[in-house]
């Protein structure tokens, strides 16, 4: 009985090992996805600021070719910021207050109002206040974003 005992023994406490190991696998890889996720929202948030401010800063009014260019690259960060911040919020909502939530999902609108709004495909593109308003606008995102840790 006393082998039974010890085989039996053996045999709970590997299996223990190894669901105590397959559990720490989980949660360090949920760990590394939220901060994944939380610099790509970073990342994508930072270049469209930037595609952004040189769109409305007026740098491309020569270059009609480039200007088409970035506004298709607007477009598409917008439409992928939207969901990365939604990811965002999901994975950081016990972190996130419940201001810091709103103020996110108010920014997408916003941003996408304040950066394509109504002049977007227009001959002129040189606004300086828009572009004041896009990089406070984008600055608050980020802090929200770069706060959670």
């Given at each position: 009985?006393?082998?039974?005992?010890?085989?039996?023994?053996?045999?709970?406490?590997?299996?223990?090992?190894?669901?105590?190991?397959?559990?720490?696998?989980?949660?360090?890889?949920?760990?590394?996805?939220?901060?994944?996720?939380?610099?790509?929202?970073?990342?994508?948030?930072?270049?469209?600021?930037?595609?952004?401010?040189?769109?409305?800063?007026?740098?491309?009014?020569?270059?009609?070719?480039?200007?088409?260019?970035?506004?298709?690259?607007?477009?598409?960060?917008?439409?992928?910021?939207?969901?990365?911040?939604?990811?965002?919020?999901?994975?950081?909502?016990?972190?996130?207050?419940?201001?810091?939530?709103?103020?996110?999902?108010?920014?997408?609108?916003?941003?996408?109002?304040?950066?394509?709004?109504?002049?977007?495909?227009?001959?002129s593109c040189k606004d300086l206040h828009r572009c004041k308003k896009i990089a406070i606008l984008y600055a608050k995102a980020l802090i929200i974003i770069k706060r959670?840790?």
């Open positions: 009985m006393t082998i039974g005992w010890i085989i039996t023994g053996a045999l709970v406490g590997s299996i223990s090992a190894f669901i105590f190991n397959l559990i720490l696998r989980l949660i360090s890889n949920r760990a590394e996805k939220k901060a994944a996720t939380k610099e790509l929202v970073a990342d994508v948030l930072d270049s469209a600021l930037e595609e952004a401010i040189q769109y409305w800063g007026g740098k491309l009014n020569s270059q009609p070719d480039k200007k088409i260019l970035s506004e298709t690259k607007i477009k598409l960060l917008i439409k992928y910021q939207v969901s990365l911040i939604d990811d965002f919020v999901e994975q950081y909502s016990r972190k996130l207050s419940a201001s810091d939530t709103i103020k996110l999902s108010s920014f997408k609108n916003e941003a996408f109002d304040l950066v394509t709004g109504g002049e977007f495909e227009g001959s959670c840790s």
